[in-house]
């Protein structure tokens, strides 16, 4: 069933018909909370707070974006709201353990990868906000620009530049990691 139909019917009171969207939308929202603030906790009272906001705000949807771009810009405010009322945690716990016979299971090859993961942590906080969270949107969410732009409220031109920047940035940055 197509998500529009379903916002519908949700903003009529069907609860289902939510929790279908919910459970089809929230790991992508939740991965990008976890991008955008760096702390699984608050990523999910982010994605939390923003389906609840949803919920209340159904009726006033208009239909004109996607669900899934309404719901990436209710997400990204609740996470920039919250990073302005603390600064977020620079946390490494997303690292994944290789598994036993793994190429990286090697000690030196495991340090490598932590420090070049360290490194691209600290490369996408020291991008600028708008920067990020272009970048985040585009190379880990796999969104076009137009929803891009919709989601950060900007032109296709301006999602374009920041990606430009922001890839130059990372690029300089994790240069000694090539």
């Not at 009726?59 to 669900?67: I, L, Q, V």
């Not at 020291?126 to 900007?154: M, N, S």
């Amino acid at each position: 069933m197509p998500d529009r139909l379903l916002a519908v019917r949700a903003a009529e009171g069907d609860e289902d018909s939510f929790a279908v969207l919910v459970q089809r939308h929230g790991g992508a929202l939740l991965a990008l909370a976890r991008c955008m603030l760096g702390n699984p906790q608050d990523a999910e009272e982010a994605v939390q707070d923003a389906f609840v906001s949803a919920w209340r705000r159904l009726p006033e949807y208009r239909h004109s974006a996607e669900f899934r771009t309404w719901m990436y810009r209710i997400t990204v405010n609740r996470c920039l709201t919250m990073r302005r009322r603390r600064p977020p945690p620079l946390s490494l716990e997303t690292v994944v353990e290789p598994a036993a016979g793994d190429a990286w299971s090697q000690p030196a090859r495991s340090a490598e990868q932590e420090a070049a993961t360290a490194a691209l942590c600290h490369a996408l906080a020291e991008l600028d906000a708008g920067q990020r969270l272009c970048w985040i949107l585009r190379e880990v969410q796999g969104l076009p620009y137009k929803e891009i732009a919709h989601v950060t409220r900007t032109s296709e031109q301006t999602v374009r530049g920041r990606l430009f920047r922001a890839r130059r940035s990372l690029q300089e940055a994790m240069g000694p990691w090539r």
